[in-house]
C-alpha cells in the first residue's frame, strides 16, 4: 500500500524556467509533510515542509502548496537553476498516530537543463 | 556544525553473514530513525528511537533486523544471516523532537550495503 506517491519518475525543464514536483497521498491522518533533495551518494537534503493547517509555504526559491482536500502537495521551484538538477522526495508523517516515522513517495529526477 | 555520520560508507558481505551498521546522530537530537533505500525504490521506515521511550519497530522486515541506541546517542543497526534482499542502502536520521519546533529530520550519507 503506497500512502505517498509521486507519479512522474521525471522531470526536465530550461533553465530560469518553473520546475511543478507532484505527490499524491492517501492516509487522511498524515499531519506534515517535507520535501527532500537528493543527490548521487549522498543522504537526502530537507529542502522546505508544510503543516496541515496551512495550504502554503515559502522559502526562496521553493514554495510547498498542500491542497488537503484533494490529498495533494506539489513543490514550485522558480526560477530553476542547473544545480537544483537531483531527485525529489516527498514525504509525510501523521504524528498524532504515528510519531515522527516518515513515509516516502518514491522520488522524483529532477534535471535542469542550461 | 557536524552532520549525521554513518560507518562504513560500503559494506560488501557474503550471504548468511552478520553485519553491523552505525550512525551518530547530530548531537543534541533526542531521536533517531532509520531507513533504507532499495534499487529503485523510494525510503522505507525500519525503527524510530525516542528519548528513553521503547524504540517503534515497526518497519523491521523480519526478526533478522534488529538496532540499539546506547546512552541515547550511537545507534548500531545488525542485519543476522544477510540475504541478497537485504541489498540496499541504509540512511540514518535524527531529529531535535521540540514540540515547539519542526520535527525535520537530517539524514546521514548512508551505508551500501551488498549482500553476495
Known amino acids: 500500500d503506497q500512502q505517498v506517491k509521486q507519479n512522474s519518475p521525471s522531470l526536465s525543464v530550461q533553465e530560469g524556467r518553473i520546475s511543478i514536483l507532484n505527490c499524491d497521498y492517501t492516509?487522511?491522518?498524515?499531519?506534515?509533510f517535507l520535501w527532500y533533495k537528493k543527490y548521487p551518494a549522498e543522504g537526502p537534503t530537507f529542502l522546505i515542509s508544510i503543516s496541515s493547517i496551512k495550504d502554503k509555504n515559502e522559502d526562496g526559491r521553493f514554495t510547498v502548496f498542500l491542497n488537503k482536500s484533494a490529498k495533494h502537495l506539489s513543490l514550485h521551484i522558480v526560477p530553476s537553476q542547473p544545480g537544483d538538477s537531483a531527485v525529489y522526495f516527498c514525504a509525510a508523517s501523521a504524528r498524532e498516530t504515528s510519531g515522527s516515522r516518515l513515509t516516502f513517495g518514491e522520488g522524483t529526477q529532477l534535471t535542469v537543463n542550461p | 556544525g557536524a552532520g549525521v555520520s554513518q560507518s562504513p560508507s560500503n559494506k560488501v558481505t557474503e550471504k548468511g553473514k552478520d553485519v553491523e551498521l552505525r550512525c551518530d546522530p547530530i548531537s543534541g537530537h533526542t531521536a533517531l530513525y532509520w531507513y533504507r533505500q532499495s534499487l529503485g525504490q523510494g525510503l522505507e521506515f525500519l525503527i524510530y528511537f525516542q528519548g528513553n521511550s521503547a524504540p517503534d519497530k515497526s518497519g523491521l522486515p523480519s526478526d533478522r533486523f534488529s538496532a540499539e541506541r546506547t546512552g541515547g546517542s550511537v545507534s548500531t543497526l545488525t542485519i543476522q544471516r544477510t540475504q541478497q534482499e537485504d541489498s540496499a542502502v541504509y540512511l540514518c536520521?535524527?531529529?531535535?523532537?521540540?514540540?515547539?519546533?519542526?520535527?525535520?529530520?537530517?539524514f546521514g550519507p548512508g551505508t551500501r550495503l551488498t549482500v553476495l
Open positions: 536520521a535524527s531529529s531535535l523532537l521540540d514540540p515547539r519546533l519542526t520535527d525535520t529530520q537530517y
Open positions: 492516509n487522511s491522518m498524515f499531519d506534515y
